[in-house]
């Protein structure tokens, strides 16, 4: 199986880390690195590790680094003066130390500490249509998480939690809850990372929070635009409310907050980088890039967040994820199962079980009414001495309701449209006495 | 996926109009279509088992079956089979998530070809999602899987018509069928490199590609064209939420779509502005050629540089004219053809035969074809969806002229009789949730039809002899 073969490269690479990196070439130079799919790509080579190439190349003018496995390199061309071309499949010569600094992200773990425990939280499910902030997205489902995560991943700060952002966006009213969640619970006992494949909105504003972003290749993340009935925009005091509360969570991840508000509202947004990498963000069209046009709302792709750096990096894989968060010793905790391509960790089950529970129970939400109210009614027109099957069957739907708000609490909101959990509970209370009262 | 107002929760979503487009979600469209079921296993004793196949290994069978009302799981050992046959209307089921197990080829699988390259070609032909949706498509890979294919050749060649009797021209524009082709790209993009040792070569040969089906080439690097290729369709990007809502609010539907296709471009290796010029009319691109590689500039072309107008802004004069859109010369939005897309360097030629194809992918001479089971899979799957909507209008006209009347046992068979109609409408719901759209049948979709079974249910409890 691929995931095997996968794990044992990853295990081989590991094996030979000692040889450490070669360091970037010198800037201009051209390099071609010859895929063994036929494709030949120009760019300059940034780093290297056992065979990986981190590759800057530039397509319609917009510089991007890829990452290429050994296993999709035919062969290396380096600039003239350079090192002969490399093995891809062997060793690497050279013993710099990993260079942390100059993509901003973390330290590189230190070696031989028996790899760093890192795991896979999912936030949505799109293709199965479980993605909805709010719904397939909450605060409280992260919350429930926490202590298996602990278990697995300790709480000293060392372990890596990976949120595998994957959501369309949905409910407002969850983001500041689910940002407080990643603040306040998940960063302080864990190195909190986003991984990007879909963060659309509400998504994308959760995730803000997170300091270190990674995209997949086909990753996209903003249009968080507030929205509600025919493509009504939110405005007045409400939109103030929202981009007031994400000036607060771009500080929490220590993103520009024009960023971000270039993703809510039609602002232009440029930016400049300077000859160290910094990044300086223009509310305006006064900077070397434009960002977002002015009468646009910007959504980030991997390609545009590599460039401006508001990504750390870019990785299909939980390999290349690795590889990008500079952690070459890396134990993925968790079991390999069919169709995911990382481990399922206890906490990631939970989250797997949350969401298909919830979509399960969103689908009857109907039917589980339709059996309660009629059985109610159909108990109300029957004699006392035979109404003990319709309370049964109504008890039974109650049940099933009651369920369904215990495993997502936010459904008291949004199918009952009731503001707490007190309120459903009186009125499960209430339905509770009807019941017992029809059979007085 | 959106909330309103009026659930107290203001909405940050994409608000996708899956309903827009054809079909729903595609999960578990098999692992609940028992009662479709029609896989048969032949023992070597003479003894014959039907049900659905829910797991298929090296060395067994799992498979769920009905005896007498009750359904259960059975697991047989291949040792014992002689051979698995599956019914027309049922196609290979997809395995529901165990422990992962070596994949290897299945017991009734040919045995790989000795020598050469093997090829599969697979054709994928009619309406884009119903006929080329991903249940076909994914067992096509199966099947390449099992007959050791290390290339898989996809021949685009989508439905691309107004009515059933005419074909669209190239300014008819489904943006939005992108997030139909959305369902089918994780087989190329996951399910392919998760099931392969090594990953197979996978390349797109475009003959039709308008609407949702222009984009699923994108993931792929190896692209070629026929000489009458079109990709395209896709220019209402900013013109599709016409004035509806406010400006912002449009712009964040447009500002989402357009990333989420230039994410397939990017998968592949495209520029990304390509994907601007397919799908925003006001968009003006040129390009030019350095050194034989395109580079595209947002602007009206510079003269000095060499550049050729690609798209124009479509307003006042540039308008393309109903003789140039009669004539596929309109461009206010960009349809590739062979020519275009090979300067643009999407495609990597273009070719008019499938042997052209070999001698293009150099397979000419070690290329050995291994699809052989390639079209039936795919004219099952057609077939299976055509029957299915015959089937459910049948069913529903049933269920409606079921009369509950007379004695109490009547009214009791009568119920179950229409119980039973109703479940066999969900078996068969659920088996082509992603190809069928019941109201464009007439009929009730899958939940509603849960709540009328629930309905005959307290009529029956509350019937009396």
Same mark, same amino acid.
């Given at each position: 199986?691929?995931? /095997?073969?996968?794990? %044992?490269?990853?295990?081989s690479?590991?094996?030979?880390?000692?040889?450490?990196?070669? /360091?970037?070439?010198?800037?201009?130079?051209?390099?071609?690195?010859?895929?063994?799919?036929?494709?030949?790509?120009?760019g300059?080579v940034?780093?290297?590790?056992? @065979?990986?190439?981190?590759?800057?190349?530039k397509?319609?003018?917009?510089?991007t680094?890829?990452?290429?496995?050994?296993e +999709?390199?035919?062969?290396i061309?380096?600039d003239?003066?350079s090192?002969?071309?490399?093995?891809?499949? @062997?060793?690497?010569?050279?013993?710099?130390?990993?260079?942390?600094?100059?993509?901003?992200?973390?330290?590189?773990?230190?070696?031989?500490?028996g790899?760093?425990k890192?795991?896979?939280?999912?936030l949505?499910?799109?293709?199965?249509g479980?993605? /909805?902030?709010?719904?397939?997205?909450?605060?409280?489902?992260?919350?429930?998480?926490?202590?298996?995560?602990e278990?697995?991943?300790?709480?000293?700060?060392?372990?890596?939690?990976?949120?595998?952002v994957?959501?369309?966006?949905?409910?407002?009213?969850?983001? +500041?809850?689910?940002?407080?969640?990643?603040?306040y619970?998940l960063?302080?006992?864990?190195?909190?990372?986003?991984w990007? *494949?879909?963060?659309?909105?509400?998504?994308?504003?959760t995730?803000?929070?997170?300091?270190?972003?990674?995209?997949?290749?086909?990753?996209?993340?903003?249009?968080?635009?507030?929205?509600?009935?025919?493509?009504?925009?939110v405005?007045?005091?409400?939109?103030?409310?929202?981009?007031?509360?994400?000036?607060?969570?771009?500080?929490?991840?220590?993103? *520009?907050?024009?960023?971000m508000?270039?993703m809510?509202?039609m602002?232009?947004?440029s930016?400049?980088i300077d000859?160290?990498?910094?990044?300086?963000?223009f509310?305006s069209?006064?900077?070397?890039y434009?960002?977002?046009?002015?009468? %646009?709302?910007?959504?980030?792709?991997s390609?545009?967040?590599?460039?401006?750096?508001f990504?750390?990096?870019?990785?299909?894989?939980i390999?290349?994820l690795a590889?990008?968060?500079?952690?070459p010793?890396?134990?993925?905790?968790?079991?390999?199962?069919? @169709?995911?391509?990382?481990?399922?960790?206890?906490?990631?089950?939970?989250?797997? %079980?949350f969401?298909d +529970?919830?979509?399960?129970? +969103? *689908?009857?939400?109907?039917?589980?009414?339709?059996?309660y109210?009629?059985?109610?009614?159909?108990?109300?027109g029957?004699?006392?001495?035979? %109404?003990g099957?319709?309370?049964?069957?109504?008890?039974?739907?109650?049940?099933?309701?009651?369920?369904?708000v215990r495993?997502?609490?936010?459904?008291?909101?949004?199918?009952?449209?009731?503001?707490? /959990?007190?309120?459903?509970?009186?009125?499960?209370?209430?339905?509770?006495?009807?019941?017992?009262d029809?059979?007085? | 996926?959106?909330?309103?107002?009026?659930?107290?929760?203001?909405?940050?979503s &994409?608000g996708i109009?899956?309903g827009?487009?054809?079909?729903?979600?595609?999960?578990?469209?098999?692992?609940?279509a028992?009662?479709?079921?029609?896989?048969v296993l032949?023992?070597?004793?003479?003894k014959?088992v039907?049900g659905?196949?829910?797991?298929?290994t090296?060395?067994s069978? #799992?498979?769920?079956?009905?005896m007498?009302?009750?359904?259960?799981?059975?697991?047989?050992?291949?040792?014992?089979i002689l051979?698995?046959?599956?019914?027309?209307?049922t196609?290979?089921?997809?395995?529901?998530?165990?422990?992962?197990?070596p994949?290897?080829? &299945?017991?009734?699988a040919?045995?790989?070809?000795e020598?050469g390259?093997r090829?599969?070609?697979?054709?994928?032909?009619? !309406?884009?999602?119903?006929?080329?949706?991903?249940?076909?498509i994914?067992?096509?890979?199966?099947?390449?899987?099992?007959?050791?294919?290390?290339?898989i050749?996809?021949?685009l060649?989508?439905?691309?018509?107004?009515?059933? =009797?005419?074909?669209?021209?190239?300014?008819?524009?489904?943006?939005?069928?992108? $997030?139909?082709?959305d369902?089918?790209?994780?087989?190329?993009?996951?399910e392919?490199?998760?099931? $392969?040792d090594?990953?197979?070569?996978v390349?797109?040969?475009?003959k039709?590609?308008?609407?949702?089906?222009? $984009?699923?080439?994108?993931v792929?690097?190896?692209?070629?064209?026929?000489q009458?290729?079109?990709?395209g369709?896709?220019?209402?990007? =900013?013109t599709?939420?016409?004035?509806?809502?406010?400006?912002?609010?449009? !712009?964040?539907?447009i500002?989402? #779509?357009?990333a989420?296709?230039?994410?397939?471009?990017?998968?592949?290796?495209?520029?990304?502005?390509?994907?601007?010029?397919?799908?925003?009319?006001?968009k003006?691109?040129?390009?030019?050629?350095?050194?034989?590689?395109?580079?595209?500039?947002e602007?009206?072309?510079?003269?000095s540089?060499?550049?050729?107008?690609?798209?124009?802004?479509?307003?006042?004069?540039?308008?393309d004219?109903i003789? !140039?859109l009669a004539?596929?010369q309109?461009?206010?939005?960009?349809?590739?053809?062979?020519t275009?897309?090979?300067?643009?360097?999407?495609?990597d030629g273009?070719?008019?035969? =499938?042997e052209?194809?070999?001698?293009?992918l150099?397979?000419?001479?070690?290329g050995?074809?291994?699809?052989q089971?390639a079209?039936?899979?795919?004219?099952?799957w057609?077939?299976?969806?055509?029957?299915?909507e015959? #089937?459910l209008?049948?069913?529903?006209?049933?269920?409606?002229?079921?009369?509950?009347q007379?004695?109490?046992?009547?009214r009791?068979r009568?119920?179950?009789?229409?119980?039973?109609?109703?479940?066999?409408?969900?078996?068969i719901?659920? #088996?082509?949730?992603?190809?069928?759209?019941?109201?464009?049948?007439g009929?009730?979709?899958?939940?509603s039809?849960?709540?009328?079974?629930?309905q005959?249910?307290?009529?029956?409890?509350a019937?009396?002899?």
């Amino acid at each position: 199986m691929k995931l /095997m073969r996968r794990m %044992r490269a990853w295990m081989s690479a590991l094996a030979v880390l000692v040889a450490g990196v070669c /360091m970037t070439p010198a800037a201009g130079a051209i390099d071609k690195i010859h895929l063994k799919d036929g494709r030949v790509v120009e760019g300059t080579v940034k780093e290297e590790l056992d @065979g990986y190439v981190w590759f800057v190349t530039k397509v319609g003018g917009v510089e991007t680094e890829v990452l290429y496995k050994p296993e +999709q390199i035919s062969k290396i061309e380096r600039d003239a003066g350079s090192p002969s071309p490399v093995d891809p499949q @062997g060793p690497q010569s050279g013993d710099q130390p990993i260079m942390a600094s100059d993509s901003g992200v973390p330290a590189r773990t230190p070696r031989f500490a028996g790899g760093t425990k890192a795991a896979v939280l999912t936030l949505g499910e799109r293709q199965g249509g479980k993605d /909805m902030v709010g719904i397939f997205v909450t605060a409280d489902s992260i919350r429930r998480c926490i202590p298996l995560l602990e278990e697995e991943l300790g709480t000293d700060g060392t372990g890596i939690l990976v949120l595998r952002v994957n959501s369309g966006g949905g409910a407002l009213l969850e983001i +500041q809850k689910l940002s407080d969640v990643i603040e306040y619970e998940l960063k302080p006992k864990f190195r909190v990372v986003a991984w990007i *494949d879909w963060a659309i909105s509400a998504a994308a504003m959760t995730s803000h929070a997170v300091e270190e972003v990674y995209f997949t290749r086909r990753g996209n993340y903003g249009a968080c635009t507030g929205w509600f009935g025919a493509l009504q925009a939110v405005t007045g005091r409400d939109l103030e409310d929202v981009l007031f509360m994400m000036e607060k969570i771009s500080a929490r991840g220590k993103h *520009d907050p024009i960023i971000m508000r270039a993703m809510q509202i039609m602002e232009p947004l440029s930016c400049s980088i300077d000859e160290n990498g910094e990044v300086k963000w223009f509310k305006s069209l006064d900077g070397d890039y434009i960002v977002n046009e002015p009468n %646009r709302i910007l959504t980030f792709n991997s390609e545009t967040a590599a460039k401006y750096k508001f990504s750390k990096g870019t990785a299909d894989t939980i390999e290349e994820l690795a590889q990008a968060m500079r952690v070459p010793e890396i134990n993925w905790v968790g079991e390999w199962i069919d @169709g995911v391509d990382y481990p399922v960790c206890k906490a990631e089950k939970e989250m797997r %079980r949350f969401r298909d +529970q919830t979509k399960s129970d +969103q *689908d009857r939400t109907n039917e589980y009414f339709v059996r309660y109210q009629q059985s109610i009614a159909m108990a109300q027109g029957t004699p006392r001495e035979e %109404r003990g099957k319709f309370v049964n069957k109504a008890r039974e739907a109650l049940d099933l309701i009651v369920r369904m708000v215990r495993n997502n609490p936010n459904f008291h909101l949004f199918v009952f449209n009731m503001a707490t /959990m007190d309120e459903f509970n009186a009125f499960v209370e209430e339905q509770r006495q009807l019941l017992r009262d029809l059979m007085k | 996926m959106k909330m309103m107002r009026s659930a107290r929760g203001l909405v940050v979503s &994409a608000g996708i109009a899956l309903g827009v487009v054809v079909g729903a979600a595609p999960s578990a469209s098999a692992s609940f279509a028992w009662t479709m079921a029609k896989d048969v296993l032949v023992f070597k004793d003479g003894k014959q088992v039907e049900g659905t196949i829910l797991e298929e290994t090296a060395t067994s069978v #799992r498979m769920k079956v009905e005896m007498y009302g009750i359904v259960s799981e059975m697991s047989y050992d291949k040792r014992d089979i002689l051979a698995i046959r599956r019914g027309e209307v049922t196609d290979p089921a997809p395995a529901e998530p165990t422990e992962p197990q070596p994949k290897e080829p &299945a017991a009734d699988a040919p045995a790989p070809v000795e020598g050469g390259t093997r090829v599969y070609i697979a054709n994928l032909s009619g !309406q884009f999602g119903r006929d080329i949706s991903e249940t076909p498509i994914r067992n096509a890979v199966e099947d390449a899987y099992r007959n050791g294919a290390q290339v898989i050749v996809f021949v685009l060649d989508s439905e691309w018509k107004l009515n059933p =009797t005419e074909e669209a021209p190239d300014d008819v524009a489904k943006f939005d069928q992108l $997030f139909r082709a959305d369902t089918i790209f994780p087989i190329l993009r996951e399910e392919i490199p998760r099931m $392969f040792d090594e990953d197979p070569k996978v390349v797109f040969w475009v003959k039709k590609a308008m609407g949702g089906a222009c $984009f699923l080439p994108l993931v792929s690097p190896n692209i070629y064209f026929h000489q009458d290729a079109k990709m395209g369709g896709v220019g209402n990007l =900013t013109t599709m939420f016409g004035s509806t809502g406010d400006e912002v609010v449009r !712009q964040k539907q447009i500002s989402l #779509r357009l990333a989420t296709a230039k994410g397939a471009a990017i998968e592949g290796g495209y520029d990304t502005k390509v994907i601007e010029a397919m799908t925003m009319i006001e968009k003006v691109f040129s390009y030019r050629l350095e050194g034989g590689k395109p580079v595209i500039e947002e602007r009206l072309p510079d003269p000095s540089l060499g550049e050729i107008l690609l798209t124009d802004d479509g307003l006042d004069a540039n308008k393309d004219t109903i003789e !140039q859109l009669a004539r596929s010369q309109g461009n206010d939005v960009l349809t590739l053809d062979a020519t275009l897309a090979q300067k643009l360097q999407i495609s990597d030629g273009t070719v008019n035969t =499938t042997e052209e194809l070999l001698y293009a992918l150099g397979l000419s001479r070690t290329g050995v074809r291994v699809d052989q089971n390639a079209d039936k899979i795919m004219q099952q799957w057609s077939d299976g969806v055509t029957n299915a909507e015959r #089937r459910l209008r049948k069913l529903w006209q049933d269920f409606q002229g079921i009369q509950v009347q007379g004695e109490y046992s009547e009214r009791t068979r009568a119920r179950g009789q229409q119980r039973r109609t109703l479940e066999e409408m969900q078996g068969i719901l659920r #088996r082509y949730e992603e190809a069928l759209v019941p109201q464009r049948l007439g009929i009730p979709d899958y939940n509603s039809i849960s709540i009328m079974i629930e309905q005959i249910k307290l009529q029956q409890l509350a019937d009396k002899k």
